[in-house]
């Protein structure tokens, strides 16, 4: 196969400049590049047909993977200190995550200008300058990256020729079409052969690090780049990227609206799932399942990278490490599987929550059927009870995350007037809540100051099979008995207006402190 054939069927095809773009790059290329690259178009051909998707890809980061200094200087990227636009060749980058720069001989560019040194990689999401291997020399570290940086890379494995570097510049150990990942790097050249490999192995030959039977990681997150070693590692491994993403568009925003996750694939889950508060709170199976334990650039805190993980698989052992003893790997299982340890998908975001305390409420959390033995009060029994056959009367719960419960029972007095009694918790076995109840009195309409709230009525037991239904069984005090109160009992089920369920899970930092 000569070299022009290698190219057209090279997996790396992909996006472009426009048509005077594409012409001026090409005159820095001998007569052999200028007849390798022949056939490639630019985007802007592209656009003539398919005007929607190449709008979707400008909006996207692809095209920004690597840009000509005298190009990216027109878009909101800072450079390092000490350093002119003059003095960049290309940023590579520039686009959500992260920039990182090439000097005029196309050497990536590793200390600043200051005493200090370092400070050459600038992370967006943190507006902070961070090290890229501030341990090498300017002028040492070359690029060759341009695989998955451009379109129809070609690396120079004699860079001391530099005929086969980009520019001639001896830094840069390639060349190239165009910066970026443009249609043609992924669709082929020109338009005769437009056929697409849609398989996940294709977008692996970009988004992967390594093997791909492995995950690397490093500093407690997973590496960037290992989407491909993650969807392997993952259940969704059988199935193509595409089924889910559009790869015309921006990651975030690529997801097809028939890929939702509870549209066609899990709609059960969805079902239990829209019956918890953590539904009506707006959290979505991504928070939980695509947890942030990827790093690119910079982490936004102890359990929170910037990159989404595509693992999905969620381990609720409290005691589980995601990561191999010396931190250089992710996990996996005797089949090639990898999980999310609850510290990336829970603790994030219930800072104060101990992994022990989260376990309770994550295993077996779509169990819609789930009981609360495993857990005993749960803060999801919060809300409004009653038995239908009692219009007239209810109970108020609230149970916090100490499992502390505190109820009101409206209800009526052996005079027939309303009435009410509040019932505290004494003692509690699993999900069994033994009460102290006690009766208001003394207080008048506008002027509660001078009510007793303290009076002991009897004692009381609260059962919970389920989240959404219970028991109740008061017996009055002999004072109480002799003003008309008897003993009473009877079944209780939850009104969901909103469709709240158990498990739930609030973040209370008082009551954590409290614990």
Same mark, same amino acid.
Request: aromatic share 12%; net charge negative.
């Given at each position: 196969? +000569?070299?022009?054939?290698?190219?057209?069927?090279?997996?790396?095809?992909?996006?472009?400049?426009?048509?005077?773009?594409?012409?001026?790059?090409?005159?820095?290329?001998?007569?052999?590049?200028?007849?390798?690259?022949?056939?490639?178009?630019?985007?802007?051909?592209?656009?003539?047909?398919?005007?929607?998707?190449?709008?979707?890809?400008?909006?996207?980061?692809?095209?920004?993977?690597?840009?000509?200094?005298?190009?990216?200087?027109?878009?909101?990227?800072?450079?390092?200190?000490?350093? =002119?636009?003059?003095?960049?060749?290309?940023?590579?980058?520039?686009?959500?995550?992260? #920039?990182?720069?090439?000097?005029?001989?196309?050497?990536?560019?590793?200390?600043?200008?200051?005493?200090?040194?370092?400070?050459?990689?600038? +992370?967006?999401?943190? &507006?902070?300058?961070?090290?890229?291997?501030?341990?090498?020399?300017?002028?040492?570290?070359?690029?060759? !990256?341009?695989?998955?940086?451009?379109?129809?890379?070609?690396? +120079?494995?004699?860079?001391? =020729?530099?005929?086969?570097?980009?520019?001639?510049?001896?830094?840069?150990?390639?060349?190239?079409?165009?910066?970026?990942?443009?249609?043609?790097?992924?669709?082929?050249?020109?338009?005769?052969?437009?056929?697409?490999?849609?398989?996940?192995?294709?977008?692996?030959?970009?988004?992967?690090?390594? &093997?791909?039977?492995?995950?690397?990681?490093?500093?407690?997150?997973?590496?960037?780049?290992?989407?491909?070693?993650?969807?392997?590692?993952?259940?969704?491994?059988?199935? =193509?990227?595409?089924?889910?993403? =559009?790869?015309? %568009?921006?990651?975030?925003?690529?997801?097809?609206?028939?890929?939702?996750?509870?549209? #066609?694939?899990?709609?059960?889950?969805?079902?239990?799932?829209?019956?918890?508060?953590?539904?009506?709170?707006?959290?979505? !199976?991504?928070?939980?399942?695509?947890?942030?334990?990827?790093?690119?650039?910079?982490?936004?805190?102890?359990?929170?990278?910037?990159?989404?993980?595509?693992?999905?698989?969620?381990?609720?052992?409290?005691?589980?490490?995601?990561?191999?003893?010396?931190?250089?790997?992710? %996990?996996?299982?005797?089949?090639?599987?990898?999980?999310?340890?609850?510290?990336?998908?829970?603790?994030?975001?219930?800072?104060?929550?101990?992994?022990?305390?989260?376990?309770?409420?994550?295993?077996?959390?779509?169990?819609?059927?789930?009981?609360?033995?495993?857990?005993?009060?749960?803060?999801?029994?919060?809300?409004?009870?009653?038995?239908?056959?009692? &219009?007239?009367?209810?109970?108020?719960?609230?149970?916090?995350?100490?499992?502390?419960?505190?109820?009101?029972?409206?209800?009526?007095?052996?005079?027939?007037?309303?009435?009410?009694?509040?019932?505290?918790?004494?003692?509690?076995?699993?999900?069994?809540? +033994?009460?102290?109840?006690?009766?208001?009195?003394?207080?008048?309409?506008?002027?509660?100051?001078?009510?007793?709230?303290?009076?002991?009525?009897?004692?009381?037991?609260?059962?919970?099979?389920?989240?959404? #239904?219970?028991?109740?069984?008061?017996?009055?005090?002999?004072?109480?008995?002799?003003?008309?109160?008897?003993?009473?009992?009877?079944?209780?089920?939850?009104?969901?207006?909103?469709?709240?369920?158990?498990?739930?899970?609030?973040?209370?930092?008082?009551?954590?402190?409290?614990?």
């Amino acid at each position: 196969m +000569n070299q022009l054939s290698s190219l057209i069927k090279n997996p790396f095809v992909c996006f472009g400049f426009s048509s005077m773009v594409v012409g001026a790059l090409l005159l820095f290329f001998p007569t052999m590049a200028v007849a390798q690259y022949q056939f490639y178009e630019g985007p802007e051909f592209c656009k003539q047909c398919h005007e929607d998707d190449y709008n979707d890809w400008k909006a996207s980061g692809h095209p920004y993977k690597l840009m000509k200094g005298e190009e990216a200087k027109f878009r909101p990227i800072p450079l390092p200190k000490g350093f =002119d636009w003059e003095d960049i060749s290309y940023v590579i980058g520039g686009y959500k995550w992260k #920039s990182r720069y090439m000097d005029n001989d196309g050497y990536i560019i590793t200390n600043d200008g200051s005493l200090e040194g370092g400070n050459t990689q600038y +992370n967006y999401l943190t &507006d902070e300058w961070s090290d890229y291997h501030a341990d090498e020399p300017n002028g040492t570290k070359p690029y060759d !990256c341009g695989a998955c940086h451009t379109t129809a890379w070609i690396p +120079n494995e004699n860079p001391e =020729d530099l005929s086969g570097n980009q520019d001639g510049l001896p830094g840069l150990h390639g060349r190239f079409f165009a910066g970026g990942i443009q249609c043609e790097q992924c669709h082929g050249p020109g338009f005769e052969s437009m056929e697409i490999d849609r398989s996940a192995e294709f977008c692996g030959t970009c988004h992967v690090r390594g &093997d791909p039977e492995t995950i690397p990681a490093s500093g407690g997150f997973i590496r960037h780049h290992e989407q491909y070693n993650e969807h392997l590692a993952g259940p969704h491994g059988s199935r =193509d990227c595409v089924m889910c993403h =559009d790869p015309h %568009k921006e990651a975030e925003f690529s997801i097809k609206e028939t890929a939702q996750c509870g549209v #066609s694939c899990h709609s059960n889950k969805l079902e239990s799932y829209s019956k918890t508060s953590m539904y009506d709170y707006g959290v979505t !199976c991504e928070d939980c399942h695509m947890p942030y334990a990827t790093k690119s650039a910079q982490a936004l805190g102890p359990h929170q990278g910037d990159l989404k993980t595509h693992i999905f698989y969620i381990d609720t052992d409290p005691d589980a490490n995601m990561f191999t003893e010396d931190g250089s790997f992710v %996990k996996l299982d005797d089949n090639g599987k990898a999980a999310v340890t609850m510290d990336f998908a829970c603790q994030r975001c219930h800072e104060t929550a101990s992994l022990e305390e989260l376990a309770l409420f994550a295993k077996d959390f779509h169990d819609e059927n789930k009981g609360l033995e495993d857990f005993g009060l749960d803060p999801g029994l919060t809300g409004t009870w009653w038995n239908e056959s009692k &219009d007239g009367e209810g109970f108020l719960l609230e149970v916090d995350r100490n499992r502390f419960l505190y109820a009101s029972f409206y209800t009526y007095g052996p005079d027939g007037e309303q009435t009410w009694l509040v019932a505290a918790l004494d003692s509690a076995d699993g999900t069994t809540a +033994n009460v102290t109840v006690y009766v208001p009195q003394g207080g008048e309409w506008g002027d509660p100051s001078g009510a007793d709230t303290g009076v002991a009525w009897g004692t009381g037991t609260f059962t919970f099979p389920t989240c959404t #239904s219970g028991s109740f069984s008061f017996t009055p005090n002999q004072a109480m008995m002799d003003m008309g109160f008897t003993a009473q009992s009877y079944t209780l089920e939850r009104i969901l207006p909103s469709g709240i369920s158990c498990p739930t899970f609030t973040n209370n930092e008082m009551a954590a402190a409290m614990r």
